[in-house]
């Protein structure tokens, strides 16, 4: 008798072993799973403050270039690598589109018929700055898909700025 309660004893805390370790293993999945989540959250805030930064930098780029050649229009360009690596999500893209305000400027200029500006000494320009990147995790991202086709996430700024 006493011999068969010594046996199911060992037996009971096999099981009792066995449950404390699927108690374990399940935690951990789980805080594993809630760390990644973290972590992903925080690269998607960092790409969209580096595009946020991005775009200030290159529209003060394009004001240069304008206060030293007058009729630039556009400028783009890839930051942190290739044109194919940044459509792949390794880097960003950024387009500068200028416009030019009023009919005595001095350059071509779309809104110059559309929009009358008093008499004033400079130009006034549009500087529309669009800084393209995707996510890398996305699973377009590792098509080389033109931006016209997938834009991925762009963040857009305008700037009014009389030169």
């Known amino acids: 008798m006493r011999q068969y309660i010594q046996q199911s004893r060992e037996a009971f805390s096999i099981i009792t072993a066995i449950f404390l370790i699927v108690i374990m293993s399940t935690l951990a999945i789980f805080v594993a799973n809630l760390s990644g989540k973290n972590i992903q959250g925080t690269v998607a805030q960092y790409r969209t403050e580096q595009a946020i930064l991005y775009a200030k930098s290159y529209t003060e780029f394009a004001i240069m270039a304008l206060t030293a050649k007058s009729c630039v229009s556009t400028i783009s360009g890839d930051i942190d690598g290739t044109a194919t690596e940044v459509l792949q999500g390794n880097g960003y893209h950024v387009d500068v589109d200028i416009?030019?305000?009023?009919?005595?400027?001095?350059?071509?200029?779309?809104?110059?018929?559309?929009?009358?500006?008093?008499?004033?000494?400079?130009?006034?320009?549009?500087?529309?700055?669009?800084?393209?990147?995707?996510?890398?995790?996305?699973?377009?991202?590792?098509?080389?898909?033109?931006?016209?086709?997938?834009?991925?996430?762009?963040?857009?700024?305008?700037?009014?700025?009389k030169l």
């Open 99 to 161: 416009q030019y305000i009023g009919k005595n400027n001095g350059c071509h200029n779309t809104l110059g018929d559309l929009v009358t500006t008093a008499t004033s000494q400079g130009q006034i320009v549009i500087i529309d700055t669009y800084v393209h990147y995707r996510n890398p995790d996305d699973p377009y991202a590792l098509s080389s898909t033109p931006w016209t086709t997938n834009p991925g996430i762009t963040y857009h700024r305008r700037t009014l700025q």
